[in-house]
């Protein structure tokens, strides 16, 4: 019995060796076979979650180049939406009384390109902000600008490398929209120095307002493509001035952290300014 | 036991070097260094064998589940710890089964022959064993054996660099 204990303490490190090694054989057989994952699931269960957060952390730097691919992204999708369209009549299918949808043919009407906000005001009565594109760039006057979240504002001026920005934030910024589901046009103001309420005017006291309803552009102005966000109703009061609402609007854009803008380009936007032109000198 | 804490936090800081930087290197697109042996080597062989092996495998098995290569890693490194006592008897020229403190790679203790000796030899067991055990064939065998090469230049090289920087305080208790 002695002798047997004595063996074992002698050997004991080889049993261990042998247990281990076998082991390693067992548990590289079972990640091997491809029907049973049991093993390497609890394994990752407990890796998996370090090897994340790692991956994140890595992926923190990485942030600038694949933004910069998502906005390529959203601007190649954005510009297939049909609100960047005029249907024209094609006179030649006319003829051939072909079914509407073949007898029309698409124009585009918008084209977008994307900048950065590199400065920007949202606690003054005149706000702006500049955006590091300018004519070089192709940027022109008059050019609507968008946040990933809804209209920001317009290109008012334009250097060779930035261009300055009037936001919804400004006295002067006036937008034309429409607060669905009532289809009611009125037009977007900014008043009380607020960078997140503006205030939407002209809207008759009849119509049927409640509080959520979507404020979108209608694409009047030849600026802005029509059905871009612009807010949410706040607050809807009988105001002074009998025949109109005044209501108060959510703005979509968070001025606080703006930093992708999107640039809409109106192709036709000489062409339609030379109509309006002619129409005021009557 | 200053000893033992300083061999814990050299084991903790390799292998989070290994798992978060070295694995994640692919020189040439097949060169990946072993860094977290020099844990492995730097082990006192005073230790009982069967811890030592234990040791080993726990290490190899931490690498092994963030490679996702389960039981390549434990395998090869329970095995370089059985062989690392006979390497040393090897390299120290005699059969004195005693062994001390300054049995390991430390430079200043033994000269860079003995060092770097030790290192590639412990290095091509290890990466042999585990490339062979993760590639499970022969073929395309012209590739594995440029791999294992690879490997072991690297790995010795990446270890010897760390050792050298770093030497590791050995206090002569005898």
Known sequence: MNNLIEFFKKAFHIIVLAVLLILSIVMLGKSLAFNDYRLSRAVQSIVGPIQKSGAGMIHRFRLGPENEALVQQNIELMREHENMFIEKEDTILTEMSLPDSINSRQVRLYDYTYAHVIFRTVDRSFNYMIVDKGSNDGITRDMAVLSPSGVAGVVTDVSPNFATVRPILHPESRISAVVTPANQNGTVIWEDNNPEVAYLEAIPQHSEINIGDSVFTNGYSNIFPKGLLIGTVKEVQVGNNASFLTIKVNLATHYMDIYTVYLVENLFKSELDTLKANFKHE | ?174
């Not at chain 2, 008897?89 to 300054?102: A, D, S, T, V």
């Not at chain 2, 860079?112 to 073929?139: G, K, P």
Request: aromatic share 14%.
């Open chain 2, 1 to 174: 036991m200053n000893n033992v804490i300083a061999n814990i936090l050299r084991f903790l800081v390799l292998l989070v070097a290994q798992v978060a930087i070295c694995q994640h290197v692919s020189l040439f697109g097949y060169m990946t260094p072993a860094l977290f042996l020099l844990a492995l080597f730097l082990l006192p062989l005073e230790l009982p064998l069967s811890l030592q092996y234990l040791i080993g495998f726990a290490t190899g098995f931490v690498v092994d589940a963030f490679a996702h290569t389960l039981g390549v890693a434990s395998f090869s490194c329970t095995l370089m710890m059985f062989l690392r006592p006979y390497i040393v008897r090897l390299l120290n020229g005699n059969n004195n089964n005693k062994f001390e403190n300054i049995d390991r790679p430390v430079p200043g203790v033994k000269d860079f022959r003995w060092v770097f000796l030790y290192t590639l030899i412990l290095t091509s067991i290890y990466q042999v064993v585990s490339v062979l055990l993760e590639t499970m064939s022969f073929r395309n065998f012209g590739h594995t054996l440029l791999v294992i090469l690879g490997n072991i230049v690297l790995s010795v090289f990446v270890i010897l660099c760390i050792e050298y920087i770093f030497h590791p305080r050995v206090k002569n208790e005898s």
